[in-house]
């Protein structure tokens, strides 16, 4: 990677929403608009330019000139707009007891949609309409190409990187007295899935993340 840590960001700064790659231990971020105005602005618009575009910023020198103060820039989301956002529930064998649930045989799959998406430095209003709010911090995998019927052996080729994202849940919304057992309401209000700051490209990460993916 020619040295360059490959930690997308994406940030504001005076207005103006900007793709960057933080550096330093998370004080600076490079500004790659300003490095490269060739490269999206966005993150979601540079996975689909694939490699090409990774190599421009693997072939970057001297990106300190374009380092700004993290604490200058507001950090957004780092992806936005997502076409979906696919969740899988009761994958702790701790949560699983904690509710006193059986460990499930198959995946518990739950969607939110794009609007649950803010930012690490977003507020998180608190609905109206619960009473009981929860949150749960989870490893996020942003998808870099269409996937389906990918084989378990073949799964990392489609992962372009990783992030953390919190699972907030309206509890009461989830019982199957208020909305006949289905947990859409209560998994997907708007501001359900803070995500970020970053996401790390999946060959900056070591082993042990995909061992513990179990892919």
Known sequence: MYGITMRFVQFTKDGDRKLGLEIKDGRAIVDLNAANPELP???????????VNLKKVQRMLDIDDYALNTDSVR???PILRPEKVLCVGMNYR?????QGATVPEEPV???KFPSCIIGPQDDLHYPAETQ????EVELALVIGKEAKHVQKDQAMDYIFGFSVALDVSARDWQNKLKNGGQVLL????????PLGPVVVTKDEVNGTVTSSLNL
Do not use: P, Q, T
């Open 186 to 193: 209560g998994k997907a209000m708007d501001e359900f899935c």
């Open 94 to 98: 701790d949560h699983c007891r904690e």
């Open 75 to 77: 950090l957004e989301a």
């Open 41 to 51: 602005s966005n993150l979601r618009d540079f996975i689909k330019g694939g490699d």
């Open 132 to 135: 009981k709010l929860d949150w």
């Open 109 to 111: 799959v739950f969607g």
